[in-house]
């Protein structure tokens, strides 16, 4: 126990020392190696489901070329929509034999997309929730690829140092999109931490639920 007593100037100061233990050297640690077993040939049959292996494409550097961060299915004929955050591209995959020996890449929106959380791919477009912006992308001649981009919606988000990340992009059964902003750079930005539903035919969003961190996804069933 250590009592201080002030002095005239009603001011007290302590001074105290402990002793530290000698250096010792740390053990070493012996890491477990981990081999990259490579691009895997076909698919891989699992009780209740196959898994097939694609390509991976690397950049000039060698680098893989997509980090996927989501994925989506057209609906009308099962065609894959991967986002990337390598890059910010969004690419779908062609695989002509369904088993991954001939599968492909190809870059569908020509474009960049910060930070594509979360998509959605309906019948009249793929939907993507992406940094500042929830956009449809329309394919108008079915070549393959894109050719219009609208803004559904503008989320308040900060343009500097900040990232307030948008997530999980569903529809409710009234057809409203549902979404959260996780408010990991301004929590006083309009929706931050919050579940926000936003309705078919526009308007400011409806906080659905708030207090949210890190909500990566949703899901929609008959009740909500």
């Known amino acids: 126990m250590v009592r201080l007593l002030?002095?005239?100037?009603?001011?007290?100061?302590?001074?105290?020392?402990?002793?530290?233990?000698?250096a010792e050297t740390p053990p070493e640690t012996k890491w477990a190696t981990v081999v990259d077993p490579g691009n895997l040939d076909g698919s891989?049959?699992?009780?209740?489901?196959?898994?097939?292996?694609?390509?991976?494409?690397?950049?000039s550097s060698g680098e893989d070329l997509i980090m996927p961060v989501a994925v989506a299915a057209d609906?009308?004929?099962?065609?894959?929509?991967?986002?990337?955050?390598?890059?910010?591209?969004?690419?779908?995959?062609?695989?002509?034999?369904?088993?991954?020996?001939?599968?492909?890449?190809?870059?569908?929106?020509?474009?960049?997309f910060q930070e594509p959380y979360s998509m959605l791919a309906e019948p009249d477009g793929l939907y993507v929730l992406h940094r500042r912006n929830l956009t449809r992308i329309v394919d108008l001649d079915e070549d393959g690829f894109a050719d219009r981009f609208d803004r559904v919606y503008g989320t308040p988000q900060s343009v500097a140092d900040a990232y307030d990340y948008g997530y999980?992009?569903?529809?409710?059964?009234?057809?409203?999109?549902?979404?959260?902003?996780a408010p990991h750079a301004n929590q006083h930005l309009p929706g931050a931490g919050n579940a926000?539903?936003?309705?078919?035919?526009?308007?400011?969003?409806?906080?659905?639920a708030y207090g949210f961190r890190n909500p990566l996804g949703w899901c929609s069933g008959?009740?909500?």
Request: glycine content about 12%; aromatic content about 8%.
């Open 75 to 112: 609906p009308r004929d099962g065609r894959v929509f991967v986002a990337s955050t390598k890059l910010g591209e969004l690419f779908t995959v062609i695989d002509p034999t369904d088993d991954g020996r001939e599968a492909r890449f190809e870059n569908y929106a020509r474009g960049v």
């Open 222 to 224: 008959p009740d909500g």
């Open 168 to 181: 999980g992009l569903v529809r409710d059964p009234a057809g409203s999109f549902v979404f959260t902003l």
């Open 44 to 59: 891989l049959v699992r009780p209740g489901y196959r898994a097939i292996a694609y390509p991976r494409p690397k950049t």
């Open 6 to 22: 002030a002095d005239t100037n009603g001011a007290a100061a302590v001074q105290m020392r402990l002793p530290l233990p000698a």
């Open 196 to 208: 926000l539903r936003l309705s078919p035919g526009g308007g400011d969003p409806e906080v659905v």
